[in-house]
């Protein structure tokens, strides 16, 4: 554990419950989970153990039954919509399996997204994103359409456009699950990096091995930490 | 996020999909363009209306055959006339002093033929005294004389347009032109007057009686003295005249009358135009609806990944609303377009013009179908729940 006591983000006693059907679904059981600055950590479980849910608490997209969440010492849990989308525009950065790319836009379009729903003035967002493209190593291909790109490259695209807003967090979700193991690798080795340069990256994944490589792991398994 | 950002995003996604946006906005595009059109088109026949009338002046009254409310059939009111000689004496001793003149006028269609050409215009007959009332203006010759007319003299005053159709730059005064059956001198001709005007032959009333064989008048004219007095000889007339007539016999019309009838119909087409206008309005609108309703479908893992990029409620709303009102202003610029075009087109033979707030009136149409019918999209799109959309397939 580092060694600033006070966590950057703390989810408290979480549950999360779905009704399906007029059945109640736990899906998360008081799950406490502490995220402190700097730190490369993984959250671990087999398909439908509750990291995707816990994931999505932890990144305000979604909200807990009950529990709190707290970051950099604020309860967010009862803030509103706007004052919520605010906070995952300027301390949140996603990266999904997926890569969630907007097909008719460019590589740096793509990395600007964020930036359109951020107070940084327009006349930055093309120097800013060049930026995080040139940390992610794809320069060459700011221009290029998303669908022009190799999995890999779309990656890194999605990387960068998580960088953009200069987060305190970013969460992985599967990241290189959809990639061959040699890019999958290299996708790891740059969240490795970006950890190195001082960066709190969470990384959700189902791979064990995977997992071992980050400085510490939570283990979810049926809704409940083990 | 800013409207101009937000609106340059809205224009590339209409973009990403051409052909089904220029469908989408079909109904709005025939929407405003008959508007514009018809309104035009309606203007046109306002301005033609009003040019006639501006060409004869504001102090002539008509009498005219029949019962003439624009309700029934006009062919009736003809066959009752039984205006003639008598009834224009009878308004002259009634109140002479009101008068200019009171004159009868018989008017008809036929071809006026000169040599072998031939052109159809209108046989204006009218009294000796009426070139001022009808503000002829002569270009050459002379006007026919009280005793020519007293004769059924066969002498004509002829139009620009059939001077030019039948002589071309010739001088027409002396020749000979065929009215009916009958040869007519052609003693005069006047200079251009308006559309309506142009095309007509003046001859003494009682020659064109005769060539005719029409035994009564179309009409009886009084030119009233003054403007001020005429209700006054609108009444004077009526007097005089239901001393020999019965009041369904005839009708006494100001201009002033004839213009707020013709108004009175163009006003309640404008009304069915804009039913229609309305409707396809309609119809265009809910076909944006549609339209948006499936791009929120098509677009739900889009609208999850700018929810988990930090897009607000409201900035995902005004996504989609501006898309919609960005279609339908589209569609009303298309359809203004293509309603100035038919303009442009119909002013060949109307006077045709557009006025401002037809303008502003498809513009604020089609802005307000926009923002009607993508609110519920943009609302349907805002609320998404965005772990969801991001879980679409």
Known sequence: ?226 | MKLLDISNSAIKSLNVNRARSALTILGVVIGVFSVVTLVSIGRGMQNYIQDQFNALGSNLLFVSPGKADFQDDPSKALGRNKLDEKHVELIESNASELFITVSPYVVLGDNVRYKTKSFYGTVNGISYDDEKTYNYELDKGRFFTKSEQNTSARVAIIGPSIVEELFGTKNPVGNSIKLGDDSYQVIGSFKEKGRNFDDGVIVPYTSAMNTFDVPFFSSIVAKVRNTENVDLATREIKIALLKDLKEEDFTVLSQSDILSSIQNILQILTIGIGAIAGISLLVGGIGIMNIMLVSVTERIKEIGLRKALGATQLDIAMQFLIESVFLSLGGGLIGLLLGWLGTYASRTFLRTEIPWWAVALAFGFSVLVGVIFGTYPAITAAKKDPVEALRYE
């Open chain 1, 1 to 226: 554990m580092p060694d600033n006591p006070h966590p950057l983000l703390k989810a408290e006693n979480i549950v999360k419950e779905y009704h399906i059907d007029g059945t109640v679904i736990k899906a998360l059981d008081n799950v406490t989970i502490e995220i402190y600055k700097g730190e490369f950590m993984s959250i671990v479980g087999k398909s439908g153990s509750g990291k995707s849910t816990i994931m999505h608490i932890l990144g305000l997209l979604d909200t807990p039954t009950s529990g709190h969440i707290v970051l950099n010492g604020k309860e967010v849990s009862s803030f509103k919509d706007n004052q919520i989308a605010k906070i995952r525009n300027s301390e949140i950065g996603f990266v999904f399996q997926f890569f969630n790319l907007l097909q008719r836009a460019t590589a740096l379009e793509n990395v600007m997204l964020p930036l359109m729903y951020s107070s940084v003035p327009k006349n930055q967002w093309a120097g800013k994103a060049k930026e995080m493209l040139k940390l992610v190593d794809l320069t060459d291909r700011m221009d290029n359409k998303s669908n022009e790109l190799s999995g890999g490259q779309k990656q890194r695209v999605a990387i960068a456009r998580a960088l953009v807003n200069d987060p305190s967090i970013i969460f992985a979700d599967e990241p290189t699950g959809n990639l061959d193991s040699k890019t999958g690798d290299a996708i790891f080795d740059l969240f490795h990096r970006l950890h190195e340069q001082g960066k709190t990256v969470v990384l959700v994944t189902h791979d064990d091995e995977l997992a071992q490589r980050t400085e510490r792991q939570v283990t979810l398994k049926d809704g409940v930490i083990v």
